[in-house]
């Protein structure tokens, strides 16, 4: 039996992650990774999903992987009472971003987009979330009485926002708009989170994909705005499992309800530190920066943001992504058909065996 089918026999769809389901005829699992590369039952290949976005480093970034080492075996995971660690993670993380007060530890980004949700609506006595893009598969995020649902740079928002909205939710960039330029991006981001100013609803910013890619701060950084409420995840810890709601304390004082057994376990919160701290002391936003725009200048017909380029996905592309992702990997190289992710641990080499692979 093939590993596809096995997987199918026990999981549904095969994979845990939608994402991750039947990209390629080979491989169909992998079993190790180390910087930019990962091997499968099929050879070595050199990444480019980047556990969808949640390394940024590189795999088994050794700083990392030490901090988490050194946890596990000298102090433990989970304990009866909350650790110093919780705090000390929290303000390095608040210290990073500059803007906000306090943070709340979670483990996905579904719970994060999820809590700030729960955050907005006690803090405010109001239950209508405006929401735009994705932010999860919860229940919560599903269209409803109390959740508008609006596909990403939709400007309906202006038809949702009033008195009885407690917050817009909004996913700031993903794939470049092509009627918005940068500026035209964040103005409308401005004209949103003015919008909620005047109506006295919470503007919270999903940065679980843009956070430690666009820049370490995300959107908000890269676009100097400061939202209410964010979300942060993916990157943030190099691919060990953990997210967070940032904020000032007037907002995250209504966080009290967001809780879990595992929000303060040490693994995840021991690699989100020694994470930062490397993004904090060596240029990993300009490589990713600069890997992305070597590719884009190899491959004209990439679009969006040199830290996330893809295929245009509409007319003939949609199904020329997913026959490039497979051509791709027949030469070594693995390639996501919603986009292609750099990492720190790409050199220039690399770059230039995927232009290869992508236009020979």
Not at 26 to 32: K, L
Not at 300 to 309: A, D, Q, R
Request: contains cysteine; proline residues 6%; hydrophobic residues 40%.
């Amino acid at each position: 039996m093939n590993p596809r089918d096995y997987l199918k026999q026990w999981t549904p769809g095969g994979s845990q992650t939608r994402s991750k389901r039947d990209l390629f005829e080979h491989p169909q699992t992998v079993y190790q990774a180390k910087g930019a590369r990962v091997w499968s039952a099929k050879g070595e290949y050199i990444d480019w999903i980047a556990g969808l976005a949640a390394v940024g480093l590189g795999y088994r970034h050794e700083a990392v992987d030490d901090a988490v080492t050194n946890q596990l075996r000298d102090y433990g995971v989970t304990f009866p009472l909350p650790t110093r660690l919780e705090g000390e993670v929290a303000e390095l993380l608040c210290d990073t971003l500059k803007w906000p007060e306090q943070v709340r530890w979670v483990k996905t980004g579904s719970e994060a987009t999820d809590g700030a949700m729960l955050i907005a609506r006690q803090a405010t006595g109001r239950r209508k979330i405006v929401s735009v893009g994705y932010h999860g598969w919860h229940l919560a995020h599903l269209p409803g009485p109390d959740l508008v649902s609006l596909p990403i740079y939709s400007w309906a928002f202006t038809d949702h926002v009033d008195g009885n909205t407690a917050a817009v939710l909004v996913e700031p960039m993903r794939d470049h708009h092509p009627e918005f330029s940068e500026e035209e991006l964040k103005e409308y981001l401005l004209f949103m989170q003015k919008r909620c100013q005047e109506v006295g609803a919470l503007f919270i910013l999903d940065e679980i994909v843009t956070g430690f890619r666009w820049a370490i701060g995300g959107a908000s950084e890269f676009f100097g705005i400061t939202p209410d409420l964010a979300g942060y995840g993916k990157a943030m810890a190099n691919g060990y499992p953990i997210a967070a709601i940032v904020g000032p304390r007037r907002y995250l004082q209504h966080a009290t309800g967001v809780s879990s057994t595992f929000g303060g376990e040490c693994i995840g919160l021991a690699a989100a530190r020694a994470t930062i701290q490397v993004y904090r002391s060596e240029p990993v936003i300009d490589t990713l920066w600069a890997r992305g725009k070597q590719l884009m200048a190899g491959v004209p017909e990439l679009v969006g943001y040199p830290v996330h380029p893809h295929f245009p996905g509409e007319g003939k592309w949609e199904s020329e992504r997913s026959a490039r992702s497979q051509r791709a990997a027949e030469r070594g190289h693995l390639v996501h058909p919603a986009g292609i992710n750099t990492m720190h641990a790409h050199t220039e080499a690399d770059v230039r065996s995927l232009i290869s692979a992508l236009t020979e």
